[in-house]
Each structure stands twice: as structure tokens, then as C-alpha cells.
């Protein structure tokens, strides 16, 4: 049944209300700007687009956090008023929106600018078709503390490859706004009947190009009509997606984000002292962080309520004094933490389409991972496929399902697909582990398994911090690298992670738990796990895969290529790199050989060539030895050492 007109009377302003970026009422510019008009019908409306369904690879967490969240916004304006709701209507955005324009007699659409990846594409083709119709187009910038373009402009149109590039454009930007209330009332919906039936979407669903397909135990129902199953323009139900019900325990939804940021903040001491590196990833229930990432993703959380009120308790914590421990600065406070996710946001807007991938990305190194993507001619995408090692297929794949062998990297894949969110550091290392780590496997690949199973997956923070933690943009410490061992126990010696999401291992004594496959047998047997059999082997040899990948990229980066390289482009990247590959092994065999360091190769002419590697690799690993260890872990405790 359709809903029936509240207000028969023509109004002079009728807003349409495009929710986006901004699943919230509290502190959103852009629903400020349309309860400014005064007008006399607002229809809250969210484009429900197949595109997101079929063409984004979403796992089941996300979209149930997503229904979560608009089923409480939906809740919070019924609240406001009676007479209103989120109205869901099924279709494409430049489909379906100029229908409602027509139909509903819209005067102006208003909604938050979404500036990044595909969002940005939609906003550009709605706000062309609304002028087409002579409907007033009114955007705001919300999701970010400074207008991103703004930033890019002032960075000289570059991409803020570090906080400190970052924070020199931002310091001639006005200071981020302080939060806006959210509104006590709301106006009513307007009719939202049709002149004719509704319109039949007969959105064709080619499963074979669903990237979604492999979650999916029965049909998409979703599109079959414009206005849901009821015909009330409600919020799809998980099944209605084709889905089984989400497994994590985290609930969507502004109310939600809310109370989890008053009780977080609630511990002023906590907040004051807050510091990334010395929270533990290891904790989960609760964690050692906000957890307010997919929150702040899908705009339940407005960044800057988060941001001041971050700010004002620190500022209003009494802790400090003299012999006291002050409060924690940049880049490690939370202040730090929200400034990183605008780094990424800019750096993602200067570069456009190409931030996601490696292929004419200009701020990404080219490194000859395995399983990277390829690229046509036009520049059409092929399907990844081994270029290298043959290995490589199998590692990703026990990689992403958390059999690696590797207890800590399985428990933090698990807890992945399981909650859909996972500590900052276990990021890390499971980054660092398939990429420069130990499997040279391209960051594509990495950046797709969180893309499917993150709550928070986002199109600047994703990408970016798999190219920090790859070393190809942001960060070119490439030697550091996690250890599999040593680094998790810095944070917990007993394996609580591991216990929890390996249960098969959690009967190991402590000496054990990052390392099983080295207990004796009968200390297997008595934990009720043999390895090899119950849970696997390490799939691979950590030290030397380590030392392979190390060797590989000390060529990458000595013939120093990014992705919008004319080599890259024309495809003869890949032999500058395996010939420069070859020299370096060459170059340590017969150093090993004439027990000499002396370099054997005649520098080369201008540019990158393969020939004069070997000497631009030693030169860098000479440096490396001057600068430390190699290890994330000596690097971490050389830095609390100093804090
Ligand atoms: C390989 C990899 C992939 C990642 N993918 C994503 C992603 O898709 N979406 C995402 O939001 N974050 C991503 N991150 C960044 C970071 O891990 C998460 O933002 C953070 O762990 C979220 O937990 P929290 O809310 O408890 O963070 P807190 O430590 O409480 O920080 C508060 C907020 O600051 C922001 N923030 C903190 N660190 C970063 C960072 N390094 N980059 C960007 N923003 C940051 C987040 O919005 C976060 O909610 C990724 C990190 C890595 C290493």
C-alpha cells in the first residue's frame, strides 16, 4: 500500500533530502542548509542503486550494518515526526531521481558532498540531471573536517602523500567547524504517490558479473519494485539481498555511534593518554580503540562531533600538571587519527580513479608483486592473474580464509570475516605479511578481501593504508617488517587472540600459541591439535620469503617506477624489473663467491635501467644497515624506549 498524502496543498518548497555520506541527524551541514529553506515537505530519500549491490564487492557485515543504519535513522526522524521516515526507493540515482523530481515536484535537492571514488561520479551526474530539470541544487561539504579540494589546492593540486604535507595546507584553512545540533522538528513527507503506477525497475541481474555472487544463497528479490515488497518505500531486509543473516556482533546506526563515542570519552584519562601505537591488537572485547570506523563510514558519526568532542576533553581533563603525564600529541592522539583519515581523503581526491590500483597511479610505486592486476591496451581491467611465483595463488587464498599455518595471522583473518573489523595493527600485519612481508602478492588483492569483508571499507582509507603498509606511497621503510612471532607477543604473551578465533589451538601453552607446529607431539597431543592434521603447517618458510622479498623490492626501488610510468603503461616494467632481479641475484652469488663486496656493475645512462642496480641496491642496503634493524619490532621498542 502506498503511503497517503499528509499535506494535499501545493508548497512552495519541496525539498527532496538525497541521504548519502550522512546516515545522521546530528551535526550534518547539508540537512541544516535544507531545514533552512523552511520547506513545507522534505522527502528523505536513499537511492537503494544495484550498482552498490552487484558491482561493489560487499560481504554480509556491511550490508547489515548499512540496513542497521538506516532502519535508526528511519526510527530517529519518525520520532521527530510522525509523519516522516527514510524513504528507499530502489533504482540507480540518475535513474531513479529525476522520476521522483518529476512526480513529487521537487524544487531543490539537497544533499552531503561525496567527493571520493564512485560517490563523486554519482554526484556529478545528479547534479547535472537536477539542472537539467530546473531543480536547485544544494550540496555541502560534511564528511570531511576541511573541504578536500580545498586542501588539494593548497597542496598544489598534489596528493598529501604525509601528515606533514597535510598539515601545510591545512594550517591557511579555517579551523573545522564546531558540530551542529540536530533538529528538534521535522517537516512532513509530501505525497509520495505516482501520476501512474510506479514505475517497474526491471534491473536485469547478470549473476555472472555479480562480484557478490559467492555470498549469495538465494535470488535478489530487492529490485523487484520500485517501493519495496509493501509498497512503502521501507529498508530492504537482508533477504531480500540474497544474503544469510551477518555474523558480527557490532550494531549499525547513529545511536548507537553516539553512545559508543559518550563512552569512550567518558574516560577522560583514556582519551588524554590516548596513543596508537601502545593499544593493543591483540584486545577485542572491548578494544583498545574508539571502533568508531564504520560509523564514521557511513556518516552515523559526524567527523566533527568526533573531532571536538575529542578535542574539548582533553581540554576539559585535569589530569596533566607537573610530574604528571601529559597528554599525547600528533600523529599518536586521536586528534592524529582523524587527521590521517583526511590525508587519505585528499590524496584519494588529487589522484581520482587511479588511487584504488596500481595502473597509472602516479603516487604508487610499480613492483612486481604476484596476482596483480592487469591491464589492456585501453586500459580495460583483466582478470588478475600469477605473474610470478606459482605459489602465489595458493598463499592468497589460505591468506584470506586464515589457514596460513601462521596462528596470529589466521586469528586476525577470522576475526576479520567473523566482525568485520580489526585493530589498526592487526591490519598491519596481516598487510605486511602478504605484501613486502613475506608473500609478494600485490596489495590489490589485500585491498579486495577488506573491500568484501571490512564494515569500514572506504576508497581513500582502504587503498591508502595498503600502499602505506606495502610500501608503495606514504611509507618507504620497506625492510621493516612484522614479525609473526615477536610482534604480537610484544602485546600479549598468552594468545588471547589467537584462543578465541583458532579455537583448535586454544588448549597450547603460552610458549606455543604464535608457534604450535614447534611444540613437541605430545604437547599437541595433549592440546587436542596435531599439526599438520588439525591445523596446518606455516605455509611457508617466514625468514627466507622474507629475505626473497626483500631482495625483490630493493630492485623495485632502485629502478624507482610508479604507476603512471611510460614503462608501466607500455607493459616492459615487468622485464626492467626481472632483468634487474636477476643482476642482484647474480651480483650475491659472486660477491659470496670472491668473498668481496666490491660492485661489479658499470653505472648505467640516465633513467631507470636494469643496469646499474646492483649498484643502487647496495648503496640502499648499506643505508638500511646505518639506519636499524629491520624489524617493526625493534623500531616500536627503540620508540617507547624514547617516549
Ligand atoms: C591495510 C589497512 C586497511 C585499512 N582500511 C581502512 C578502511 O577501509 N576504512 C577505514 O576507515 N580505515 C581503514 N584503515 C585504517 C585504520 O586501521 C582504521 O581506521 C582503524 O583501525 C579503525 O578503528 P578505530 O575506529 O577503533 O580507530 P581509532 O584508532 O579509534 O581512530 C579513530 C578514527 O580515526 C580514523 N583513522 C585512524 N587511523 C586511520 C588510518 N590509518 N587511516 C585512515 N583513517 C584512520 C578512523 O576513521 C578511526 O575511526 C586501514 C588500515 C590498514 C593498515
Redesign the pocket.
Known amino acids: 500500500m502506498r503511503p497517503s498524502s499528509s499535506n494535499p496543498s501545493e508548497p512552495a518548497v519541496r525539498v527532496l533530502y538525497w541521504f548519502r555520506t550522512d546516515l545522521r541527524l546530528h551535526s550534518s551541514p547539508a540537512l541544516h542548509a535544507a531545514l533552512a529553506l523552511q520547506p513545507e515537505v522534505i522527502f528523505p530519500v536513499w537511492t537503494w542503486d544495484p550498482n552498490y549491490v552487484f558491482a561493489h564487492r560487499v560481504g554480509v557485515n556491511r550490508f547489515g550494518f548499512l540496513l542497521e543504519c538506516m532502519q535508526d535513522l528511519s526510527a530517529s526522524l519518525t520520532a521527530l515526526n510522525p509523519n516522516t521516515k527514510l524513504l528507499v526507493v530502489r533504482g540507480a540515482p540518475q535513474t531513479v531521481l529525476p522520476r521522483l523530481f518529476q512526480e513529487w515536484r521537487i524544487s531543490h535537492i539537497v544533499y552531503e558532498i561525496d567527493r571520493a571514488g564512485y560517490g563523486a561520479r554519482r554526484d556529478l551526474q545528479v547534479s547535472a540531471l537536477a539542472s537539467q530539470a530546473g531543480i536547485k541544487v544544494i550540496s555541502v561539504v560534511g564528511n570531511t573536517l576541511y573541504d578536500l579540494k580545498e586542501v588539494v589546492e593548497l597542496n598544489g593540486g598534489k596528493a598529501t602523500l604525509s601528515l606533514a604535507s597535510w598539515h601545510a595546507a591545512v594550517k591557511k584553512c579555517p579551523q573545522p567547524a564546531r558540530p551542529l545540533p540536530a533538529p528538534t522538528t521535522f517537516p512532513p513527507l509530501g505525497d509520495t504517490s505516482f501520476s501512474q503506477a510506479y514505475p517497474s525497475l526491471d534491473v536485469p541481474i547478470d549473476y555472472s558479473t555479480d562480484l557478490n555472487n559467492g555470498i549469495r544463497n538465494r535470488e535478489v528479490t530487492c529490485f523487484d519494485t520500485f517501493s519495496g515488497p509493501k509498497g512503502d518505500f521501507g529498508v530492504p531486509a537482508i533477504d531480500e539481498l540474497g544474503l544469510s543473516r551477518p555474523t558480527t556482533s557490532i550494531r549499525g546506526g547513529e545511536s548507537e555511534a553516539l553512545r559508543r563515542l559518550a563512552v569512550f570519552c567518558a574516560d577522560k584519562d583514556r582519551v588524554a593518554h590516548f596513543s596508537?601505537p601502545q593499544?593493543s591488537p591483540a584486545e577485542f572485547d572491548p578494544?583498545e580503540?574508539?571502533?568508531?570506523?564504520p560509523f564514521?563510514?557511513f556518516g552515523c558519526l559526524s567527523v566533527h562531533e568526533f573531532f571536538w568532542r575529542v578535542r574539548d576533553t582533553v581540554a576539559s581533563w585535569e589530569g596533566g600538571g607537573p610530574g604528571k603525564k601529559p597528554a599525547t600529541k600528533e600523529p599518536e592522539n586521536?586528534q592524529g587519527?582523524?587527521h590521517?583519515?583526511e590525508m587519505?581523503n585528499a590524496a584519494e581526491y588529487a589522484e581520482g580513479i587511479h588511487f584504488g590500483r596500481i595502473y597509472k597511479n602516479s603516487v604508487c610505486r610499480f613492483i612486481d608483486w604476484d596476482l596483480r592486476d592487469e591491464f589492456g591496451q585501453d586500459g580495460a581491467k583483466i582478470i588478475p592473474r600469477p605473474l610470478g611465483d606459482p605459489r602465489a595463488e595458493e598463499w592468497f587464498l589460505a591468506w584470506k580464509e586464515g589457514r596460513t599455518g601462521f596462528p596470529w595471522i589466521d586469528a586476525i583473518m577470522r576475526q576479520l570475516r567473523q566482525e568485520g573489523?580489526i585493530?589498526?595493527l592487526a591490519?598491519?600485519s596481516v598487510?605486511c605479511f602478504l605484501t613486502r612481508g613475506q608473500c609478494y602478492i600485490s596489495w590489490e588483492r589485500?585491498a579486495e578481501v577488506?573491500d568484501e569483508y571490512?564494515l569500514?571499507?572506504?576508497p581513500c582509507?582502504?587503498p591508502?593504508?595498503?600502499m602505506?603498509?606495502s610500501a608503495s606511497a606514504f611509507y618507504h621503510m620497506y625492510y621493516r617488517v612484522y614479525g609473526v612471532q615477536s610482534f604480537p607477543k610484544k602485546y600479549d604473551k598468552t594468545g588471547k587472540l589467537v584462543r578465541k578465533f583458532c579455537p583448535e589451538l586454544s588448549k597450547f601453552p603460552d610458549q606455543f600459541i604464535y608457534a604450535p607446529h614447534l611444540a613437541p607431539l605430545e604437547v599437541q597431543l595433549s592440546a587436542g591439535c596435531v599439526i599438520g592434521q588439525d591445523y596446518p603447517m606455516p605455509m611457508l618458510d617466514d625468514v627466507a620469503e622474507k629475505k626473497r622479498c626483500m631482495t625483490r623490492l630493493k630492485v623495485a626501488y632502485a629502478l624507482g617506477l610508479y604507476g603512471s610510468d611510460g614503462a608501466v603503461l607500455d607493459g616492459t616494467a615487468d622485464s626492467l624489473l626481472k632483468e634487474g632481479y636477476r643482476q642482484a641475484l647474480a651480483g650475491i652469488k659472486s660477491d659470496k663467491k670472491q668473498g668481496q663486496k666490491k660492485s661489479r656493475t658499470v653505472s648505467g645512462g640516465d633513467g631507470p635501467s636494469p643496469s646499474n642496480l646492483t649498484t643502487d641496491v647496495k648503496t640502499m642496503a648499506t643505508k638500511e644497515l646505518k639506519h636499524g634493524s629491520g624489524s617493526i619490532e625493534g623500531f616500536l621498542t627503540k620508540k617507547r624506549k624514547r617516549d
Open positions: 596508537k593499544t578494544p580503540t574508539t571502533l568508531l570506523s564514521l563510514k586521536l587519527q582523524l590521517f583519515r587519505y573489523w585493530h589498526h591490519r598491519h598487510a589485500g577488506f571490512l569500514d571499507w572506504d582509507a582502504n591508502g593504508n595498503w602505506w603498509l
